[in-house]
């Protein structure tokens, strides 16, 4: 019983993590009904962002400020960053695509895909990049928190869960109280006839681009905390990603959240209570039964059309 | 109709997978290659060695590492010997099917004289049935698995190793877990790759042997969140034993196991041994090779690395790959010798088992190969990781 909490808690910061990259994958699709493959990499350029930060700081060990302000300009500096990076891969990859055949954005996503990991292993290197944030503080990060009987919830995991679930409140409040959000949902939903009410398509898309890959950012870094950033760490996320997105339903953003929050936990039972070897088989039976059972996931909806 | 179809799709594909399946029942021997490439008598100028290791991907620090050591050695022996053989450098990605594309690459090329490496042992599995029909001396610095040399899969006459096997490393780690850490419980977690299950499955014997408790869990080489696989490490375990390729996922793990407060001892086998990369106070490495910045017989090749490679620190599997190039180039010069300037690839693999080295960079002096194409009298040392992320060895 005791491990089952754990259990449940090792699942929630899995799942956090993920479905941060999820929520970039269903605004994206949710607009341009494009699966952006190159979503994993931006969340593994948002990692080495982080890294080169803390670097700059002095690193984990002697940090020229305090590790909490640390954390939070590691945060920024990599969302703002991934942001750019998003508006750009937008901008030159996506957008002169926008009325082709679907296909050709789809391979032009894979493209950027391949691009950015192997420019990340060419100026970056193949070594894996450790954020040593267990030196953080004497292993604040690590060794405080809740520590309940069997049960270690560290602060980092803390920090981890609280900044998801902020992250993904204030995107449902900008989508849901806000004109942009407005507007990008009227474009979700009839692209054609949003343009024609007025609203600025473009300026949409690239504000989708640039929210979806600042959160991508933000859970490069949150992983990269308790792993490490190396070159090819963004095609395993992003396909994690893109089961949770699928789970939840594509295109909807409350679906990718419990969607990644469902394939964290389900990962980290798989793992405590069978084997490690059997998580990615069950994961992925999953997204095929979710497929077969429920094409539209947990929370889409059907794609009506009148005819 | 349509129910018969479906249903005969179904049996298809049933059919199908039964086949995958049988095929992978056994290990999958790769077959000889059709017609055997032989290499004609090229002139000693134009002699090649062809190192083949994993320089990108999460295995490259390894391949890196040897590549500086193999480019150094060329570098150093040619000048000794006053020989003029060049190096290709070939990038298996730690995938055994690239690594099989790169021997046949190297078999094509006529002055390709030995092969140093594959670095792993898949590798070496997959490039056995070219590079033995070549008659291509393949000579590793890191590939441990046991069944490339001892037991019925064993890869080619053409395949020689400087390190130890780990028929030795499992049984030794496992006698320093007995004798000196006093272990009774051990947890082991391989990561399905085959260096790791073997080296998992022969350490597994001889703690069972002693008497030693042991659990096995298993995790992909993808995952680099272990939580709750640490939750289940129960807490009287006294050792948490990994077999893994790749150092910073040995201290992600260590990591999260002091994150959960288990208190468990960490051990990690040869390919975690990496100072800059697994740091973790107080876990323990084991490791084919000694510290050779220990062995005074190597100060003046050690300064001449470090001048050749500023910034760079002498790891454990540098010095394995210049012992291997040296002995290449030490047969490719007793060839050239026989062969009045003229060498091939069948004169070169006969000279290897015959070369000797009377200061050997991993101590002592090079004896030679055992009857198994294994170094005569290796063994395995165990460091300590200590709080500045140097390792010290304790056994």
């Known amino acids: ?307 | 109709m349509k129910r018969r179809t479906g249903l005969f799709a179904l049996l298809v594909a049933l059919a199908a997978l039964a086949v995958v399946a049988a095929a992978y029942a056994k290990p999958a021997k790769q077959a000889a290659p059709v017609a055997a490439v032989r290499s004609a008598a090229v002139p000693c100028s134009k002699a090649k060695i062809a190192i083949m290791a994993p320089l990108t991907g999460d295995a490259g620090f390894l391949g890196v590492e040897q590549l500086s050591w193999a480019k150094y050695a060329i570098t150093v022996q040619n000048k000794l010997l006053g020989t003029k053989i060049g190096l290709y450098q070939g990038d298996t990605q730690l995938d055994p099917a690239l690594a099989s594309t790169l021997a046949q690459r190297y078999v094509s090329d006529p002055k390709t004289m030995a092969i140093i490496g594959p670095s792993t042992s898949g590798a070496v599995v997959a490039t056995g049935p070219t590079l033995s029909a070549a008659k291509l001396a393949a000579i590793s610095p890191s590939a441990t698995r046991v069944s490339l040399t001892i037991g019925g899969d064993t890869v080619g006459n053409h395949f020689y190793r400087v390190v130890p096997h780990d028929g030795i490393q499992g049984p030794s780690d496992a006698a320093y877990m007995v004798n000196k850490l006093k272990a009774k419980k051990v947890y082991i977690v391989d990561d399905q790759e085959t260096y790791s299950t073997g080296l998992a499955d022969t350490a597994t014997v001889a703690l069972k042997a002693k008497g030693v408790t042991v659990i096995r869990d298993s995790v992909s080489q993808t995952v680099t969140d272990f939580s709750s696989i640490v939750t289940k490490v129960p807490g009287d375990t006294d050792v948490v034993f990994l077999p893994w390729q790749q150092p910073p996922r040995a201290q992600i793990f260590a990591q999260q196991m002091a994150e959960q407060g288990k208190k468990a001892k960490i051990f990690g086998s040869d390919g975690t041994n990496d100072p800059g990369k697994f740091k973790f106070k107080g876990a323990l490495v084991s490791n084919f090779a000694p510290d050779i910045t220990g062995i005074a017989q190597d100060k003046a090749l050690i300064a001449g690395w470090l001048k050749a490679n500023p910034g760079d620190k002498v790891g454990s599997f540098g010095p394995p790959t210049y012992g291997a190039t040296q002995i290449a180039m030490l047969a490719i010069k007793a060839a050239c010798d026989a062969g009045g300037g003229k060498v091939t690839r069948a004169a070169v693999l006969a000279q290897v088992p015959k070369v000797r080295v009377k200061q050997w960079i991993l101590g002592d002096s090079w004896g030679g190969f055992s009857a198994t194409h294994d170094p005569v009298g290796a063994k395995f040392y165990i460091f300590e990781i200590q709080a500045d992320g140097s390792y010290k060895l304790v056994g």
């Open chain 1, 1 to 307: 019983m005791s491990n089952l909490v754990q259990f449940l808690v090792n699942g929630l910061t899995l799942g956090s993590v993920y479905a941060l990259v999820a929520l970039g994958y269903s605004m994206v699709y949710g607009i341009l009904k494009l699966l952006n493959f190159a979503h994993g990499d931006v969340y593994m350029i948002g990692a080495y962002i982080g890294f080169g930060v803390l670097t700059a700081m002095g690193g984990a060990q002697n940090p020229a400020i305090s590790i909490w302000l640390v954390l939070v300009v590691m945060f920024v500096v990599a969302m703002v960053g991934c942001a750019g990076l998003g508006v750009a891969i937008e901008r030159f990859a996506y957008r002169p695509l926008r009325n082709a055949p679907r296909i050709a954005p789809l391979i032009s996503a894979l493209g950027v895909s391949f691009f950015l990991e192997y420019s990340a292993q060419l100026l970056f290197g193949a070594s894996h990049r450790q954020y040593d944030a267990f030196s953080f503080g004497g292993g604040a990060l690590f060794f405080k928190g809740i520590n309940w009987g069997p049960l270690h919830v560290p602060l980092l995991r803390i920090i981890i869960i609280v900044s998801a679930f902020a992250l993904m409140i204030a995107l449902m409040l900008l989508v849901n109280r806000t004109r942009i959000g407005k507007a990008m949902r009227a474009t979700s939903y009839d692209r054609e006839a949003a343009s024609m009410m007025g609203i600025d398509v473009d300026r949409v898309i690239t504000i989708t681009f640039i929210i979806g890959s600042a959160l991508a950012g933000a859970a490069g870094v949150m992983f990269a905390l308790r792993a490490d950033a190396s070159p090819l760490m963004g095609f395993n996320a992003g396909l994690k990603g893109f089961t949770a997105a699928v789970i939840g339903g594509i295109g909807s953003i409350p679906g990718a959240m419990l969607g990644g929050l469902l394939l964290g936990l389900f990962e980290a039972l798989t793992q405590g209570y069978l084997s490690g070897r059997w998580s990615d088989l069950f994961v992925f039976a999953i997204l095929i039964v979710m497929m077969i059972v429920r094409p539209t996931g947990l929370l889409g909806k059907a794609d009506i059309k009148k005819v």
